[in-house]
């Protein structure tokens, strides 16, 4: 049982570049979610989604695209990266079943732009 | 809106001594969910305990109990004979319980070390 698999773990981005956060989960949950950890600051939610073909915005989710084409997959995209996003990344997972309210972490990508 | 205050960015402890690290909150709401999650160094994010405000009694997971005071908005940890492999950042949260309303709220942490 892998739960949430993040890749990669490590990416360096000049500014102006894009790329995509992979996140993919394999317990069938309803609710995916990204946030970004700074220093000082714990960690904030950018976008989440509670089921495929529904996404919405978290606390900061300027600079940022997600889509959500199937339940498993909830891949998170930066289409022009500043040194603003140089952050940890954690997608997270959880069923939405009465009672099912903890969430489940991946373990995390760095990313640092240039 | 929300917000979860953790007024203690670092602690630190004997190993085996008792240690205790702060949360409050600030709601309207009558009905949620308060978590505290550990962060090694390893990064990961480990859940630790985890309260439903509707529930009077603390929860308690093995070392590890928290004393939940409603009124106060106040959800504090405990960790009971400490170890080495406690040393983490501990960071609490809140969540409201109706669907629609996913986000989870984090503190900015604590840091504790456990001093051998």
């Known amino acids: 049982n892998a739960g949430v698999t993040q890749t990669p773990k490590f990416q360096v981005l000049k500014t102006g570049q894009s790329m995509t956060l992979q996140c993919a989960q394999d317990?069938?949950?309803?609710?995916m979610s990204w946030y970004r950890q700074d220093p000082g600051m714990g960690l904030r939610l950018i976008h989440y989604?509670?089921?495929?073909?529904?996404?919405d915005q978290g606390e900061v989710p300027n600079g940022y695209n997600v889509s959500r084409s199937t339940t498993e997959d909830f891949p998170l995209r930066l289409l022009s990266a500043a040194p603003s996003q140089t952050s940890v990344y954690f997608c997270?997972?959880?069923?939405?079943?009465?009672?099912?309210?903890?969430?489940?972490f991946g373990a995390g990508s760095r990313l640092t732009v240039l | 809106a929300q917000t979860v205050t953790q007024s203690q960015p670092e602690m630190s402890v004997q190993e085996a001594e008792t240690v205790t690290l702060s949360c409050t909150y600030d709601?309207?709401?009558?009905?949620?969910?308060l978590f505290w999650y550990k962060q090694p160094p390893s990064r990961q994010m480990i859940l630790v305990i985890r309260q439903e405000a509707y529930k009077q009694q603390n929860a308690t997971e093995n070392r590890f109990s928290v004393n939940f005071q409603k009124a106060a908005k106040s959800f504090s940890l405990k960790i009971s004979d400490s170890q080495l492999g406690d040393a983490a950042m501990y960071f609490c949260a809140y969540r409201l319980t109706n669907f629609g309303n996913e986000k989870l709220t984090f503190g900015t942490g604590t840091r504790l070390t456990i001093i051998p």
């Open positions: 709601t309207s709401e009558s009905d949620y969910y």
């Open positions: 317990m069938n949950h309803e609710y």
């Open positions: 989604s509670v089921g495929a073909g529904i996404t």
């Open positions: 997270a997972s959880r069923a939405m079943s009465v009672g099912a309210n903890v969430l489940t």
